[in-house]
């Protein structure tokens, strides 16, 4: 079946995927999504690695894949690269996240398809970047957590360093590279040339650090963990209604007031310990508990409700059962609806942002390993006595 796009906004271009693992996986199937004609390029079935989320019938694969076509080639043979070439020639955008020598060994690096292909957008994703002291390392999401300096700040104080409980690098360093290339495709419209994106998940992740970089290289300032309480807006944090746990945010001091109002405790706006923020924040422990105190006189759906009508914002700690309970989520259309020739239906996630005009959808199911390979090879214009010759050769 030839390529469906997802979106009209990127079914012009043709992406070639040479990833595997997270993070390559998810730029391609941000393009994907809105309309790229996304060709994921995997080792044959006999030859494979560990390179797949699960395994290619679970969740986290078909997640990953969606929207997306499959050809494998065999990478070790002369004419498995000589077809990944004629590949790509159709192609605007290369994907990969090899070990850094990789594509150099097997000429498909990014000087030497530009030769040919001056308009190339060539993107890599690696862990630590493409040179430098850390490059030839072996990148890890948990490793760059850690060097990152996320883990630094996340938890409990005292407990010791926490990971995030998703794979943080991976996905931003898919992300970004996406960003990247589409930031490419619209220079090309003005230069008519194609360039090398990279991005590695040492580089996200310190990005995503964001005010805490600032805190240091402009204030000098080392932040700790401070577990679920924000570090200077108090009170906010994690707070035990009757029934459970739940967030409440308090921002400046007009919401401070509607807070102390909605909680049936108005005497805090002249408290000398709680009036101003320095003092709330010399005082956190003692206003933390007496707040805790008088939400277990009712459950956290009258606690929400009469924040948020009041104008404090309060939310419910959700489990992932409990976030696709959520009206809102109903209401946004967050999950999409696919169907796998395979394994039948299935629900996803759509993109978290919306197009009106020309918004993204999920049209295909993720690949089995190869399932387009006879025909991306005709669309190459290969006859059916040279897939039959290449199969007998292990080329696919």
């Known amino acids: 079946m030839p390529h469906m796009p997802a979106s009209a906004a990127l079914q012009r271009f043709r992406v070639i995927d040479l990833t595997q693992v ?4 998810t730029a391609c199937r941000q393009l994907a999504d809105w309309g790229a004609d996304v060709i994921q390029v995997q080792m044959p079935e006999h030859m494979r690695g560990d390179d797949t989320l699960g395994g290619q019938d679970g969740s986290d694969y078909q997640f ?7 050809i494998t080639l065999n990478l070790k043979e002369a004419e498995g690269i000589a077809i990944l070439k004629k590949l790509i020639a159709t192609a605007d955008v290369v994907v990969e996240n090899f070990r850094p020598d990789v594509k150099f060994r097997l000429g498909i690096d990014y000087e030497t398809l530009a030769k040919d292909q001056p308009r190339l957008v060539y993107a890599s994703i690696s862990g630590f970047g493409q040179s430098g002291p850390y490059a030839k390392r072996p990148g890890f999401d948990q490793i760059v957590q850690g060097m990152g300096g996320l883990m630094s700040v996340t938890g409990l104080p005292g407990q010791g360093p926490v990971r995030v409980g998703l794979p943080i690098a991976d996905l931003c360093a898919g992300i970004f590279a996406a960003q990247g290339i589409l930031v490419a495709l619209l220079e090309r419209n003005e230069s008519g040339r194609g360039q090398w994106v990279h991005t590695s998940l040492l580089e996200s992740m310190v990005y995503m650090m964001d005010f805490q970089t600032a805190r240091w290289l402009i204030d000098g300032e080392i932040a700790g963990q401070s577990g679920n309480a924000h570090p200077t807006s108090i009170p906010t944090g994690v707070y035990q209604a009757r029934d459970g746990f739940m967030n409440i945010a308090v ?16 005497e805090w706006m ?13 005082n956190r422990e003692s206003l933390n508990a007496e707040i805790n105190q008088r939400l277990a006189s009712h459950d956290r759906a009258h606690w929400i409700a009469l924040f948020n009508d009041g104008g404090v914002a309060c939310g419910l700690i959700s489990n992932m059962q409990e976030v696709f309970e959520l009206p809102q989520i109903d209401h946004l259309k967050m999950v999409k609806d696919v169907v796998s020739n395979r394994l039948g239906a299935q629900r996803h996630v759509g993109q978290p942002m919306q197009l009106e005009r020309t918004p993204s959808d999920i049209v295909r199911a993720a690949p089995r390993r190869g399932e387009h390979t006879a025909e991306l090879l005709g669309e190459l214009g290969y006859a059916e006595a ?8 292990e080329i696919f």
Do not use: Q
Not at 22 to 25: I, Y
Not at 64 to 70: A, C, F, P, V
């Open 64 to 70: 990953t894949h969606r929207n997306k076509r499959s």
């Open 386 to 393: 040279d897939l039959v010759r290449m199969k007998a050769a």
């Open 270 to 282: 002249t408290d000398e310990r709680y009036h101003d923020k320095p003092s709330r924040s010399v």
């Open 251 to 266: 921002f400046g001091s007009k919401i401070w007031e509607r807070f102390c109002h909605i909680l049936g405790a108005p």
């Open 22 to 25: 997270r993070a390559g996986p």
